[in-house]
């Protein structure tokens, strides 16, 4: 089993900066997908960023620019640098691993529990 957790969700102005963190713990066989969703009241879950094992990110359309997905390997760490943001950038954010198994073809998917950022002035 691996257990994730975000930090360093808070308030911040419009224009602010925060860094989001996610730690792993438990054993990690291999990584396919490292991401970040965010959710917001009364909306569906959504995709901000991703890395894949490659290196390789990509980007919802309303963060490129500001937003910066990241990770540590060695400790096994997702980041989320965020940048210029905006009040609509107002969600729970979320991290999420797609990690490999020692049992060819299987995958397994893990979130953590979400830290809240909310852009206001």
């Known amino acids: 089993q691996v257990q994730l957790a975000e930090s360093g969700g808070g308030l911040v102005q419009p224009g602010g900066s925060l860094r989001l963190s996610c730690t792993s713990s438990?054993?990690?066989?291999?990584?396919?997908?490292m991401a970040w969703y965010r959710q917001a009241p009364g909306k569906q879950r959504e995709l901000v960023a991703v890395?894949?094992?490659?290196?390789?990110?990509n980007y919802r359309d309303s963060v490129k620019g500001r937003f910066t997905i990241s990770r540590d390997n060695a400790k096994s760490t997702l980041y989320l640098q965020m940048n210029s943001l905006k009040p609509e950038d107002t969600a729970v954010y979320y991290c999420?691993?797609?990690?490999?198994?020692?049992?060819?073809?299987?995958?397994?998917?893990?979130w953590g529990q979400g830290t809240q950022v909310t852009v206001a002035s």
């Open positions: 999420n691993f797609d990690l490999g198994t020692s049992d060819w073809g299987k995958r397994e998917v893990y």
């Open positions: 438990g054993s990690i066989f291999s990584i396919n997908a």
């Open positions: 890395i894949i094992s490659g290196g390789s990110t």
